[in-house]
């Protein structure tokens, strides 16, 4: 039996993560999209490690990230490469997209998912995104 098999509960309770981040990023709830990530919160990305240490400057942080341009985003893919009682690697792929659905870019990226105090929400990312 391989990890992944081992642990289907961790597996869906951290892909369950995933699915809230991205609908409440692209509904601009900075309660709920807070509520998915451990603070800190750590993201490689261009050689430099962005780290939140709380949630109030998240979502800010991301739509100066994003641009004005920024309407919604959507996964392409989501893969599991690890996982753990307690954690879970992803392999994972996003688009950012316009109003009138245009995209804007496709980003791969690596989030570590784990549970802390029975909570499971986003540790860590490394991501190719500006």
Known sequence: MNQLDRFPEAVN???????RHMEALNAR???GLAATLHFPH?????????IWD?????????FARAGD?????AWDFIHA?????????FDVQFT???ADNSAMGSFRSLWVITQHQGVWAAQLRSS???
């Open 13 to 19: 309770a951290a892909k369950a993560v995933m699915d």
């Open 29 to 31: 709830d900075a309660h």
């Open 42 to 50: 750590y993201r490689f990305t261009g050689g430099k490690m962005k």
């Open 54 to 62: 709380t949630p109030d400057s998240y979502l800010a942080d991301f």
């Open 69 to 73: 341009d920024w309407h919604h985003s």
């Open 81 to 89: 490469v690890a996982a753990g009682p307690d954690k879970v690697h």
């Open 96 to 98: 950012r997209y316009r």
């Open 128 to 130: 190719y995104a500006a």
